[in-house]
Structure formats: C-alpha cells, structure tokens
C-alpha cells in the first residue's frame, strides 16, 4: 500500500458537520491501491465500555482524480463527538491503521490509546457551515450596469455614445445604461426564468466600470439614485428576483475624499493609515497605459495608481466599511455581496463582515470574487461561496478549447469538488464568463453547437449557474473591454435560438433545483478515446458526445433537453439530458 498517500485532517472538509446531527468523514488514498476502507468510530468516552472498534463501519468510494480516490461516511453519533481511525485494506493484502498520530500495523493494542483517535470533540451548530436552500434554488444573471440599458437618458455622462451593440467599446466609453434600463427589462428577465441578479458596481465613481469607487454612500449619479434604486429591489423581490451588490473594498478610487486628503496633507492627513501607503510624499509615475504603474510609492490594485489599496488592519476602515456593508442590508434589503479581489483582504476583516451580515440578514449570501484554491475563505465564517473560475476553466478547456483530455477534466472537478464541503459545493458560482473574460461564444469561435453543449454540461453541475448578461443573445466579444459590448435590444440584434435554448436549460435548473443542488454527480461513463461522458444527478441523467463520430445511446422517453440527436444518435457536439 502506498501509505505516502493517504490523508485525513479533522475539523476541515475532511470532517464536518453536514446537518446538525450528521457529520461527513472523507478520506484520501493512492489512486486504485485501496481494497476497502473502514472507520472505526465511537465516543471518545466510551473507548473502554463499549468496545466500539471492533465494529467497523465501511466508508463508500466516491471520487477519482489522476493521482487519488476519496472515500466518505455519513455518520451521527447520539452524544455529538466521536473519535475515530481507519483501517484500510490494500489491493496487496495489506491492513494498515490511519490514527491521529499515523500509520500503524493493524494491531489491536493501538486501538486502546485514546490519544490515536482522530477527534470531533463536540457537534457545535454554530460552527456549521451552512447553506441557504434559497441559493440551491436561484439561478443568477450578472449585470454590467453601464451596458445593460440605457432606460434614462437625462442622466447619461458627458460624451455618451449611441447605444450599438454591434460596436467593440473602448476602455473609456460610455453608452449610458442605468438602473432605470434593468427595471424596464424585468419582464426580459422574468421570461428567461433568472431569479437572482449580481451587479457590478453601482455606486459613485469615475469608470465605465465602477470598481474605483468614490463614495460607497451615493448611487453613481449616471445610474440613477436611491429612490430608483429602492425601486428596483422591490420591483425585483416582488418578481422574485435576489439581488447581490458588489462590494469593493480591497481599495478606493483615487478621487475619494479619503485619498484626496492624502494627496493634499501627506504624512498629517487623517486618512493617512486608511491606505497601504510606503513613502511618503504619495507619487507615481504617469505612463502611457492610464491602468499601469509600478513605482507608485503605495500599494495599490495590481498596478493602477488609481485604486489606492485600503489598510484593513485599521479599525476605523473596518467600521467605515462595515457601516457600509451594514447601510445597504439594512436600508435596501438586498440579498448578497459579491466581494471584490477578495483573496486580498485580510481574514480578519471578512470574520468581522460575515459577522456583521448575518446579524443583519438570515441566509445572507457572501460570494468571494477568488481564482484559485479557497479552502481558507470557506470555513463557514467568512464567505458562502467563491467566483468559481476554477471549476469551469477545466469544463471549457475540455469542451471548447479542447486543450486538456476528458481523463483530465473529470480529474479537475473532482479534485475541485474534493477541496470543499458539500455543502460548500452546492453554493459555488458556475460562471462561464464575465465582464473580466471573453464571452464564451467568441472563445468556442463562435460555434454555437459547442456552447450550448458546454453550458448544458455546466448548469447540471453541483453549485448554481450564472449567465453573464447577452449570452441568451449570443453575444460576443473577447478580453475586457470588448466583452462589455452594449445588450441588443433591436430584435434584428437578438439570436432568437439561442434564447429559447438558454430559457429551456435555466427552466430544467429551476424545476430541478435541488435535486441538482444535493445529489451526487456520478460519472456513469467517462469514456476519453470517444469523448462520451454520461452523468447522473439524482433523477436526471445526461449524455454528452465531445468526440469526433457520432454515437448511440439508449434512448428513454423523456428528454428534457437535446441538441444535435437524431433518434439515438448523439452527433458530435450533441447532448441529451433526461428525467431517469
Ligand atoms: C484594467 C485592464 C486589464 C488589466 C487590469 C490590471 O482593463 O486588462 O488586467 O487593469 O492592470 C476593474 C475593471 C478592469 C480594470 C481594473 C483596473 O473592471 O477593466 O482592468 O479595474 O483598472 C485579477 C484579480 C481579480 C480582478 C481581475 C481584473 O485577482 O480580483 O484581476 N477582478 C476584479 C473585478 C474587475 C475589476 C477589479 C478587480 C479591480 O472583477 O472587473 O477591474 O477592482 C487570472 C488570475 C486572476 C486575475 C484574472 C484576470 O486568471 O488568476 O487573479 O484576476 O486572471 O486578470
Ligand atoms: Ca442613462
């Protein structure tokens, strides 16, 4: 046995509590080495009395990456703590026992020290991370404001250009798009079945963009105000609609009061500790790339001297933001913040946000705008979910870029899904893209077959799906600041197909929320010389030909959704999903 391999760590999403009453145990072993794996588990205080380790309980085989597999038991235990060990058999005969203080010879005697047990000291609910069944039930639509609608022309900036979805934008541009443009299209969203909208920055700044904000306080004048605002929460709740604000508080704009300060008292102004600021007097160094600078003497959002970074190790910036965090909870009722380069913001000031959120709010969503690995981010203390840019790059490197095998893909989101709780995983944010990548039609080259397919495969997935506002329209565009292009409102504009698709695929989400929520994904065939997957979640199963010939499958009557099939030919590109 390759003992090298295995691995528990207790109290992390290795062991947590799932329910109140039951708690998930996963294991890790080399891939294809283990025969069977048992726990032995029981109260830490009955070890002597009872004897509970002579009656092992199997843990199930669950999940396969290219170098591990995972087991997982369900288990309670009627005084809320346990200790417990595995016992793995290996495909070599081998027994061995995996404790707390590691691997022994499966002999009895190391089962009579208490101190070789593995510990959840005690069930505590209010650790728990939990997930909102609302969330399970949404499916998110993300508005870029400034290009959505133009539903007031009396507010639009100085300079504004015609409304032309056909247009490649530039960094600087702006077309007018404002709240009062969403509320106008509600009954747009409404029939394409969303039911949650995260916006981008909404409040006063300079930007097309808004992420270099001015005052936290103010609706960006060219957007609307707060009365409109109100309106639009409400007309939203109304319908059923969720709506997530995003939260940018990793730094200002330089044209905040705060940073003007700076720049005029140096040293001696009281803002002077808000920011991350090196030397003093604050300088940089213009160049010709408005965003670029690198000798600027504070640091700052990647390289733009302009969003100054704030110091949110100073309790008066804590408060600052948190009042702010606090104002539109309390005094709009929205749902959820989407947290902004969140990974760069210390853990000790999201404890204090997630804190003050749900005091405010029962089952507030928090969504960390992070790339990479979150572990850290989603203890059930600081946020609910992350941007989940991870997961979906190994689905579109597999199904549009095609740079990666279907043996790799499944590796990917099995280790991704490996990384966290389940729970956890039901909250995660499946995008596809976003304003900050290219849409994905122009990265599948403007093969709609393949997009259909790729968001098919997507939306079935653990976690809740985003559309980037213009996909059900087809809309293209490569990196920022082209995938920000104006939404097509002229039917002449508008991929009438691709709509009814995505309407179909959000109805299908929707009708099988949680069931697509809580299921296992099982891999029912992953079959990389075809490139034929099939999938089962729960009470539906799905059936997917990535490869290059077209292929058979056992037709069932009742298909959900299908593109490219012809009987029980799946052509490629093709999928069908079905009820079971
Ligand atoms: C401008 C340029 C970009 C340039 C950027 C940095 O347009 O081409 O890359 O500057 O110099 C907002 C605007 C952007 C603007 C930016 C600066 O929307 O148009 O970009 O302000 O003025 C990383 C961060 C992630 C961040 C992205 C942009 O980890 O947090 O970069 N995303 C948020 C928002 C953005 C917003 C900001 C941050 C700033 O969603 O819209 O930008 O408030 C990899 C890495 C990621 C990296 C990602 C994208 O995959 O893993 O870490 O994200 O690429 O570059
Ligand atoms: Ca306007």
Redesign the pocket.
Known sequence: MNTGAIYHRPESEFGYLYTKETMHIRLQVAKNDVAKVELLAGDPYLLDTERWFEQPYEMDFKLQTELFDYYNIEISAKYKRLSYMFKLTGFDGSIVLYTDQGIFPAEETYYLMPNNYFRMPYFHEIDRFKAPDWVKQTVWYQIFPERFANGDQSNDPEGVKDWNPNEVPD?QDFYGGDLQGVIDHLDHLQDLGINGIYFCPIFKANSN?K?DTEDYLHIDPSFGDKEIFKKLVNECHSRGIKVMLDA?FN?MGDTSPQWQDVLKNGKNSRYADWFQINEFPVSYTETNDF??SNDATYDT????PH?PKLNTANPEVQDFLLNIAEYWIKEFDIDAWRL??A?EVDHHFWKRFRRRCDRLKKDFYILG?I??SSQSWLQGDEFTAVMN?SYTDAIIGYFVHKNITLDKMVSVINSQLMKYRRQTNQMMFNILDS??TPRILTVAQDDKDIVKQTMAFTYIQPGVPCLYYGDEYSVTGSM??DCRRCMPWGIEDQDQDMYAFVKNLIKIRRDNDMELSESDLIWELVDQENGVIELQRGNLKAFFNAGAKAVEFNKDKNILLSNLVNENIVEPKGFVIELK
């Open positions: 960094r963009h992420y940018v730094h965003e670029f959002f990647a390289f733009t969003m902004d380069v990974n705008e790339w990479h840019y304003h900050d920022d600041p």
